[in-house]
């Protein structure tokens, strides 16, 4: 249960700390948020499934202040997101390629799926230069919200994510949680 606080506690700063400073980058339909990089953290231990989920439902609740009651969507679905990925990576932890990709894959079919009502209106699916306003289309928005955050969460876990995890192990951390595979 310790574990799992501190990386709840962990996951949500980072992503306090990303929705400040990089804002429109760590929401919307196009998303660089690099608390997701700590999702790693679940090949280490399967105390980061709840840790996760609940470092997800902290941080998706700030969004209430903005948003009011449809926040509610990005703490319960968000946050179930974040629990499949890190639930995948713990899963298929041997292989490292397949386990980082469980939290790009759950955020990346989840996420465009209520993402359109959160966002609807402020213009975010429109795209001048190519012709494109996806606005009044849920399929459109949704397409575009799995090509568009599937790409942003596979840069951020596997651009940042897997160099983490590579430091984590050569500082030890499998050993110090006691996880010998």
Known sequence: M??????AAVYAALSFL????????????????LSEAFTVVAA??????????????????????VL?????????????????????TWRFRANRPLA?????????????????????GLGLYRIPVL???????WLGMYAFGVVAIGI????VVYGVGWP???ALERLGLREALGQDW
Do not use: C, H, K
């Not at 990303?18 to 948020?33: D, E, F």
């Not at 942003?152 to 840069?155: D, L, N, T």
């Open 2 to 7: 310790t574990q799992a606080g501190m990386i």
């Open 18 to 33: 990303a929705m400040q400073t990089l804002q429109v980058l760590s929401w919307g339909p196009v998303q660089l948020r």
């Open 44 to 65: 280490f231990t399967p105390a980061a499934v709840p840790g996760l989920i609940a470092g997800a439902a902290l941080a998706n609740i700030t969004n209430y202040a």
């Open 68 to 88: 009011g009651p449809l926040a509610l969507l990005d703490v319960v679905f968000g946050s179930f997101a974040s629990g499949v990925g890190a639930a995948w």
């Open 100 to 120: 980082l990709a469980g939290p790009v894959m759950a955020n990346a079919l989840v996420v465009p799926a209520y993402l359109p009502w959160l966002v609807r």
């Open 131 to 137: 012709g494109w306003d996806l606005e009044g289309s």
């Open 152 to 155: 942003g969460q596979a840069i």
């Open 164 to 166: 983490l995890l590579v």
